[in-house]
């Protein structure tokens, strides 16, 4: 499990959040990203 967090709205936090998913997940493993911003949740945009 990774968190990635931060005080700041728009500092790039999804963005980060995204590519680490993509550069730990393989085709047979792939990996599972959540968003849990209960106020401005944005992942589901990507």
Do not use: E, S
């Amino acid at each position: 499990m990774l968190a990635i967090a931060g005080g700041k709205g728009g500092c790039g936090k999804t963005t980060i959040a995204l590519g680490v998913g993509q550069a730990l997940g393989t085709p047979t493993r792939p990996a599972l990203v959540v968003d849990t911003d209960r106020d401005m949740p944005n992942l589901h945009r990507r």
